[in-house]
């Protein structure tokens, strides 16, 4: 049966690795140190600790989870030697846009600035080792009841300084893991795809709604952006990998 490797077994690739290991196939979890061990063994996912890189095959598929580009730009770096299994998925970030304007979708130009050239060359050096194998799937932010903007809200007592009219990007863990899960299992993926679940609220229209909802004075923002707020387009994902989102509306990220 095809193995799942998962390198970066957090809150996103354990989610992916409890889905794959449910339909009975077998999951390796490589995690950066032992403190999710135990809970891993319990769901029947081996742990490991490093990276695949004497370990893959070439039936496997491998889901590339480590948080932050500069993690995935040294994964990538380590692994560029070794032929790609069967299929890779690369979890990228909108970050990629950088603060876009118009209408949003996987062919938009890279935004400007030093943070999204870095993840735009990470998703390069990543297409350059895996080729055809590879998926790249750029998230938004990812959220669920505890983590996520609200919850940074609910510790700090108010919102991060930022124009009114920016887009945020958001999606339910939920729904991102089970777009990877199907990304990861597509007999012929698009090269990336863009992972929100739209329409999603400005700045201003989330903090609003997240301080009345916790009794918050109404936040205030910084100067606006010199454009509309940025929509994303999504048919690629909801064609392909979530045709039907548990969380459809930003408004379940404010609990």
Request: charged content about 20%; glycine content about 10%; proline content about 13%.
């Amino acid at each position: 049966m095809i193995r799942l490797i998962t390198w970066g077994s957090g809150e996103l690739g354990g989610r992916v690795a409890r889905l794959w290991r449910a339909t009975g196939r077998p999951v390796l979890g490589l995690t950066q140190t032992e403190r999710r061990h135990a809970a891993l063994r319990a769901e029947s996912i081996e742990p490991r600790l490093g990276s695949p890189v004497d370990l893959l095959q070439p039936e496997d598929v491998l889901l590339l989870a480590l948080p932050g580009h500069q993690s995935q730009a040294e994964a990538i770096d380590l692994i560029a030697t070794t032929p790609p299994p069967a299929r890779v998925v690369l979890i990228s970030s909108t970050g990629y846009y950088g603060l876009p304007t118009g209408q949003v979708d996987e062919t938009s130009p890279v935004g400007e600035g030093p943070r999204p050239a870095a993840i735009a060359a990470t998703e390069q050096a990543f297409r350059a080792w895996a080729g055809e194998r590879g998926v790249i799937l750029r998230f938004g932010g990812i959220y669920r009841p505890g983590r996520g903007p609200f919850s940074a809200l609910q510790r700090r007592g108010h919102p991060p300084a930022g124009p009114p009219n920016k887009t945020l990007a958001l999606i339910h863990y939920d729904d991102a893991a089970t777009a990877t899960l199907a990304a990861l299992q597509h007999p012929a993926p698009e090269p990336v795809y863009l992972g929100v679940t739209p329409p999603c609220p400005t700045r201003r229209e989330f903090y609003e709604a997240a301080c009345q909802r916790l009794g918050l004075p109404p936040p205030t923002f910084e100067v606006p952006l010199p454009h509309p707020p940025a929509t994303f387009e999504v048919t690629r994902l909801r064609r392909d990998l979530l045709p039907h989102p548990a969380y459809p509306d930003w408004r379940s990220a404010l609990g």
